[in-house]
């Protein structure tokens, strides 16, 4: 046996050394070309899906740079949204058993007192804290504590004093707090229902419109309650063998059969986790791992939204990521935070695996032409599936095959440092000014590094990718790569980083702060092109207090970090960071005072 296996490998290793080593490059191409094709299509990369647009040659940002981006310099984002549901907990929470188990990043239509265009804001949905329920019997559980209540809404630009963001809607009940907020926050001013019954942290089942109140939120004369009516989307309990079966299936007790408060309106919520309810009515769907909550004007309800895909492993010659091979955003999925309705709007009914299931399942899906108007000027372009198109792209963005083969010109996601340790940099959502354009758009934002073939690589920008959101007016926004100039070196956001540690005047006052047990947490970094030849980066440093009694400590925004691409400063707020980077005392063009 051994005697054979020699017989046979040695013409092969004769021919690979004779024929395929010396010719890879050639022998390789048609794969090569079919799996650069196969790709794209995969991952929805293809030409006619992103738009490659040119940058200048890149220099040190002036404030002339600044100045002709308005929309982009009134939206920079010095807020992080890792931090605001711990300064969210502390600055606008009542009650314990409150929680914000999510921040969205949104654009809103501005205020009058702003100006034209929209304004960039972080909302937190203030949802029940389920395990922290007071005496947590079926009645409180299951009847008293059964939703939560409204949004806290923050400027992503500005802070307020001691630290804190500056509040545009919040407070209990929910109202308008800053006279900068855009409207659509608090519904335009109309009397609007912000409770949620289905979230992101609701997973136990709850009884409504039955005779006990319901909690709401806490008011000066006591608590606020409420009885929520048959518009629930529930399970009806009207005779006692439904009464019977729902207590043991939902809730594993007789409690609910026994209990006297059920009335005609009473509705059993189950599955209220948002993904949950989604892939129990259509388990076909993958759910993004970010649902972003939207203040729907339209209705005077809180609505999540949930992109969900269609996806397989199957898909021969193609990159695969996460053990996936294609993937689709085919579903906008809307979850009325009140009522608890789910609907699914197909992105595309023509796409062939949606179109398999809408037939398997014909109704279930809706077109999303049908969605209204003010809920489509919210959607954003699919993170996840954003995520995973920019790790193909590093390598697919070539279209020569022997450049592929070569290997001399893949990227990489850019990293930054996060508590010490070299990450890759996440994608964001900004409001920034695409090569070309004239005005700000939304859109989700990715930088890239250069990649070696060991699997390292220089820290510099090399290009970047951004992913434009505005559903208005198509069901499929394009994705906009931008090369940078090889021949200048242009600051990563790792490198960035450096010039911080480096720093004379910023590296030491962070030592100092980090002493006596308080804790230096420095954001994400966020990359700004402006006027298509220059960057200007930012990064909030927070300081949490040490030895709070209670837990009350919370992040507070210290300092923000700005800087070019050779010069690096800092101020308590973005505006006097401005100001110390170009050296100046006189306002900045563009800027409000107080941001």
């Given amino acids: 046996l051994v005697l054979a296996g020699v017989i046979q490998g040695v013409p092969a290793l004769i021919y690979t050394g004779a024929s395929v080593n010396p010719n890879a490059q050639v022998a390789q191409t048609p794969s090569i070309n079919d799996y650069l094709a196969t790709s794209r299509y995969a991952w929805g990369l293809q030409p006619s899906n992103v738009e490659v647009r040119t940058f200048g040659n890149v220099a040190a940002p002036t404030l002339t740079d600044l100045a002709a981006d308005p929309g982009s310099l009134r939206n920079v984002r010095i807020q992080d949204t890792s931090q605001l549901p711990d300064t969210f907990a502390q600055i606008d929470r009542s009650r314990s058993y409150q929680t914000y188990p999510t921040i969205t990043v949104d654009r809103y239509p501005s205020a009058p ?9 972080m909302l937190g949905p203030r949802e029940i804290a389920e395990n922290d329920i007071p005496n947590a019997s079926f009645i ?15 400027s992503v630009n500005a802070v307020a004093s001691e630290g804190k963001p500056q509040v545009l809607v919040g407070q209990q009940p929910m109202k308008q707090v800053s006279a900068d907020a855009p409207p659509g926050l608090s519904f335009n001013g109309t009397a609007g229902d912000p409770r949620i019954y289905c979230g992101l942290s609701t997973t136990q089942p709850v009884v409504t419109g039955t005779q006990q109140s319901e909690f709401d939120y806490p008011s000066g004369g006591g608590d606020a309650t409420f009885h929520a009516g048959a518009e629930m989307q529930g399970i009806a309990v009207s005779n006692v063998f439904d009464k019977l079966a729902v207590s043991v299936d939902a809730f594993g007790t007789l409690d609910l059969f026994l209990n006297n408060s059920l009335t005609s309106a009473s509705r059993v919520l189950v599955h209220r986790s948002i993904q949950d309810r989604i892939t129990s009515i259509a388990p076909f769907l993958q759910v993004d791992g970010d649902p972003y909550v939207v203040a729907d004007d339209s209705t005077g309800h809180l609505d999540y939204v949930a992109d969900a895909y269609v996806q397989t492993d199957r898909f021969p010659e193609s990159a695969v990521q996460n053990g996936v091979s294609y993937m689709r955003n085919a579903v906008k999925a809307v979850v009325d935070a009140r009522t608890c309705a789910v609907t699914l709007y197909a992105v595309d009914l023509n796409e062939p695996i949606t179109a398999a299931w809408n037939s398997i399942y014909p109704g279930l899906l809706k077109p999303l032409s049908s969605m209204s108007a003010t809920l489509r000027s919210h959607l954003r372009y699919p993170e996840d599936l954003f995520t995973a198109q920019a790790q193909v792209y590093a390598n697919v963005h070539v279209t020569s095959a022997s450049v592929f083969f070569n290997g001399s010109d893949r990227y990489r996601v850019a990293q930054q440092q996060i ?24 859109v989700l934002f990715q930088a890239f590094s250069p990649a070696s073939s060991s699997g390292g690589g220089a820290n510099n920008m090399t290009a970047w990718l951004a992913a434009q959101s505005d559903y208005t007016t198509t069901n499929h926004p394009k994705l906009v790569a931008v090369p940078l100039n090889n021949s200048v070196n242009v600051l990563g956001p ?26 230096v947490i420095l954001g994400n970094v966020i990359v700004l092109p402006f006027n298509n030849d220059s960057f200007l980066y930012i990064r909030p440093l927070y300081v949490l207090a040490s030895g709070s009694a209670g837990g009350t400590a919370f992040p507070q925004l210290h300092e923000v970090i700005v800087g070019t691409q050779n010069s690096v400063a800092q101020g308590p707020s973005f505006t006097q960071a401005l100001q110390a980077l170009f050296n100046t005392t006189q306002p900045i063009p563009g800027l409000a005072s107080g941001t």
């Fill in 494 to 519: 790792l490198q960035f980083d450096n010039n911080i540690n480096t720093d004379p005047v910023i590296s030491p006052e962070i030592s100092l702060l980090s002493q006596h047990g308080s804790s």
């Fill in 140 to 154: 409180n559980s299951a009847l008293n504590y059964t939703h939560g209540y409204g949004i806290t809404a923050v």
């Fill in 419 to 442: 508590a010490g340790q070299q990450q890759d940099t996440q994608p964001y959502y900004v409001e920034m000014t695409l090569p070309g354009d004239t005005q700000p758009s939304f």
């Fill in 113 to 121: 007192s702003v100006g034209s265009g929209d304004t960039e804001v």
